[in-house]
């Protein structure tokens, strides 16, 4: 599982505030911390200003790298601020996204392939999120024909069948599981991601829910995923998963992970 830590999101009031206010302190610590945790990327999402956007971008991508070396997941719609951010980056950063809406396709696929980025491709056009599974998979089939026509390789592209909360539509996770398990069967090499924590917005308890949806989700085929990852049961759940799934041999990794105290409430 690649971790994409979800932490540094301009739409998270805090956040916005240590944006709004150069706090590079605060941005520095939720680097650092993810970093320890086992984040293998960094998400960094300066809000959606647009006016405000690029420079912000750039001011937290200068902040974080001050303190880490961990690659960023560049999280916009706006391609002035992808080329700002790309401009500053130490290291070849996600992009974080395009889609099937054709402005985005236009404007973001030749920032990722001028700069050899891995790129998150997410299930929505023009006309929104489909509702079914196999609507979705017709968003993604486009997608990866232009990524393929681009020459990027399958496996540099995450594949974002979209979690959005149960708590308006009690089918959403289902339908969410169901496109990933298409897209496993028809794009093996292609990575699986999700900004998971949306499965469960608007809901109590909601750190128990998204664990519960990540053993779902690894069983559909996850590999990747925008999670918090300083929540230590996340953790537990996902070594815990991959054992029971057949991917650790001897459960070595398990009982190593049990050692070193990561299964421990
Ligand atoms: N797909 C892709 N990118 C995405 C999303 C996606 N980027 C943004 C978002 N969705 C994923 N990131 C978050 C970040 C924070 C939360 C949810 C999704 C969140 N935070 C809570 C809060 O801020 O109150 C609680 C967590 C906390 O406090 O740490 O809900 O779908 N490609």
């Given at each position: 599982m690649q971790v994409i830590g979800?932490?540094?999101?301009?739409?998270?009031k805090r956040v916005a505030q240590a944006i709004a206010e150069r706090d590079a302190e605060f941005i520095q610590e939720l680097a650092q911390k993810q970093t320890q945790a086992g984040a293998a990327w960094l998400d960094v999402n300066a809000g959606t200003m647009p006016r405000q956007e690029p420079e912000d971008l750039v001011w937290l991508i200068e902040t974080i790298q001050a303190v880490v070396d961990t690659p960023l997941c560049l999280d916009s719609a706006n391609p002035r601020a992808l080329e700002k951010g790309i401009a500053v980056v130490n290291k070849t950063p996600m992009i974080n996204s395009i889609s099937g809406e054709p402005a985005r396709l236009q404007n973001i696929l030749p920032i990722v392939v001028a700069h050899g980025c891995p790129v998150i491709a997410l299930a929505l056009d023009d006309k929104g999120i489909p509702q079914q599974a196999e609507d979705r998979m017709v968003v993604i089939r486009e997608l990866m024909s232009r990524t393929r026509g681009q020459g990027i390789e399958d496996h540099r592209v995450y594949i974002d069948p979209l979690a959005m909360t149960i708590s308006t539509n009690i089918h959403s996770a289902n339908i969410t599981l169901e496109t990933m398990r298409l897209v496993r069967r028809e794009f093996p090499q292609a990575h699986l991601t999700l900004g998971l924590s949306n499965i469960s917005f608007g809901l109590p308890a909601r750190a128990r829910i998204n664990r519960t949806f990540m053993a779902l989700a690894m069983q559909a085929g996850l590999d990747s995923a925008i999670i918090d990852p300083l929540d230590r049961e996340m953790r537990a759940v996902i070594i815990t998963t991959t054992t029971l799934l057949g991917r650790d041999r001897h459960c070595l990794n398990y009982t190593r992970a049990y050692r070193a105290g990561h299964l421990e409430s």
């Open positions: 979800e932490k540094i999101n301009g739409t998270r």
